[in-house]
């Protein structure tokens, strides 16, 4: 079935450091990939998303590209800000075309000042 | 838009006691999704709606637990008799599904609910 997995956390970066967390995904067909943040005690909200395969989805600062030959969709950033602390979670769009995402564990960044 | 609406925010329950969650889509979703978030077991997706009509709810935890979507513009997520094993955050989120085409969800601020 369809699954996303995620590097586990926690990530711990200095102020201005390059950010990469992993995601690689399996599924049927061709899903729709999404990255989702949440902030302490905040619900999930989108951060970027792309449609189909060599697509980049980008937002903030964060870029992440839909890689169909190796399954993965890793999110980047160039400079991250403490501002940036939060959970993200990888997902995917379900191959059974009813709105359902699948998500990963999600990983914690932890960013120090 | 006001968003994803949920209520209570918080809740703190004795064992055995009833309780009920409430969540309101976004106006024009037709995709409604119940998810539960622990430490230990992450963020589960319980059960979810297409249209008023439950899909899959495989996800549910046990008979204690059920969900109901009357009309378009509002769920609930029931547990009766509540366990502390149920503590947990419970999140709501909606979507607009169309065929193919998938659209992202907008998830609510969340019910932090505490079994005693």
């Known amino acids: 079935g369809d699954s996303v997995t995620q590097m586990e956390g926690p990530v711990t970066l200095s102020e201005e450091a390059f950010l990469t967390i992993n995601c690689t995904y399996t599924?049927?067909?061709?899903?729709?990939l999404f990255w989702y943040v949440q902030y302490p005690g905040e619900g999930l909200q989108l951060l970027l998303k792309?449609?189909?395969?060599?697509d980049k989805g980008s937002n903030k600062g964060f870029e992440a590209t839909y890689r169909k030959e190796t399954t993965s969709f890793h999110l980047e950033k160039g400079s991250v800000q403490v501002s940036d602390s939060a959970v993200y979670f990888c997902a995917l769009s379900s191959s059974s075309n009813t709105g359902k995402l699948i998500f990963g564990q999600g990983t914690t960044l932890q960013v120090k000042p | 838009d006001a968003g994803v609406i949920q209520s209570p925010r918080h809740e703190v329950t004795e064992m055995g006691q009833e309780v009920t969650l409430r969540c309101k889509p976004i106006?024009?979703?037709?995709?409604l999704f119940w998810y539960r978030q622990t430490m230990m077991r992450g963020l589960e997706l319980l059960i979810y709606?297409?249209?008023?009509?439950?899909?899959?709810d495989s996800g549910m935890p046990e008979d204690r637990f059920s969900a109901k979507m009357p009309n378009a513009s509002f769920s609930t997520l029931k547990i009766q008799p509540s366990e502390p094993r149920d503590s947990a955050v419970y999140f709501c989120?909606?979507?607009?599904?169309?065929?193919?085409?998938?659209?992202?969800?907008?998830f609510g601020p969340g019910t932090r609910l505490t079994v005693l």
């Open positions: 792309a449609t189909k395969a060599d």
């Open positions: 599924a049927t067909g061709y899903p729709s």
């Open positions: 106006s024009g979703h037709n995709s």
């Open positions: 709606f297409n249209n008023n009509v439950p899909i899959d």
């Open positions: 989120a909606s979507s607009k599904h169309r065929d193919r085409v998938y659209n992202e969800q907008f």
